[in-house]
Structures are given as C-alpha cells and as structure tokens.
C-alpha cells in the first residue's frame, strides 16, 4: 500500500499502527451507529445481516482509515511528509507538463502538415 510509509524505525511503526487502532475504533463506534440507523436495530449486534452490498462501503472506510492515520502520523513525525509528496504530482505542475506536451504534439502535427501539403 503506497499511503503506508517505509518506517525508519520501530517506534515510528508502533506509532503508526497506534494511531490506525485508534481511529479504527472510533470508526467501528460511528459505523455501528450508521448500521443501527440504517438497518433500524435489526441485526445491530452482529454484522452477519449485513448486505454484500455494504463491502465496498467498508472497503472505503478502510482506505480512509489508511489516510487519516498517516495525515496525522505525518504531522507527529515530519520526516515522512517528503515520503507522500515524492510519490504524488502537484496538480499545477501536471497541469503545465500536459499544455507543455499538448502544444508540442499539436506543433508537430501542424507541421507534419505543411510537409505533406508540398
């Protein structure tokens, strides 16, 4: 999973999965609420009744999980914010990058154009 960090230390993996326990928690908390509402009470002990339908809910409650703990782990251990921001593009710089390519591609084909017309 490219959101989980190559820890640099023991500690700052038992952090990591410190944090994710704890938001995991808080989430079963909201998520068994949500399922109480949802499902009025029926079945609210056991997740047995849930819809097979509901697995991708979970599955985007976990991916959640994932980037909320490593926001905070980033902000308890600094030195990994330049791990995520290697990884991503800035959204202007990709920007600049296609009209760049675009403009390039579009020259190109202007002038394999001309050639031809000759």
């Given at each position: 999973?490219?959101?989980?960090?190559?820890?640099?230390?023991?500690?700052?993996?038992?952090?990591f999965?410190?944090?994710?326990?704890?938001?995991?928690?808080?989430?079963?908390?909201?998520?068994?609420?949500?399922?109480?509402?949802?499902?009025?009470?029926?079945?609210?002990?056991?997740?047995?009744?849930?819809?097979?339908?509901?697995?991708?809910v979970?599955?985007?409650?976990?991916?959640?999980?994932?980037?909320?703990?490593?926001?905070?782990?980033?902000?308890?251990?600094?030195?990994?914010?330049?791990?995520?921001?290697?990884?991503?593009?800035n959204?202007?710089?990709?920007?600049?990058?296609?009209?760049?390519?675009?403009?390039?591609?579009?020259?190109?084909?202007?002038?394999?154009?001309?050639?031809?017309?000759?």
């Amino acid at each position: 999973m490219s959101d989980i960090p190559n820890f640099k230390s023991p500690e700052d993996e038992t952090l990591f999965y410190d944090i994710y326990e704890e938001k995991l928690i808080q989430y079963k908390f909201l998520l068994d609420k949500v399922r109480e509402v949802m499902f009025d009470g029926k079945g609210a002990g056991s997740y047995m009744n849930v819809p097979g339908s509901m697995v991708d809910v979970m599955q985007r409650i976990c991916r959640e999980l994932i980037y909320e703990t490593t926001e905070r782990f980033e902000k308890e251990r600094p030195d990994y914010k330049d791990y995520r921001d290697s990884i991503f593009v800035n959204r202007n710089e990709l920007k600049e990058t296609m009209k760049i390519a675009l403009s390039e591609a579009q020259q190109k084909e202007h002038l394999d154009q001309f050639s031809l017309d000759k």
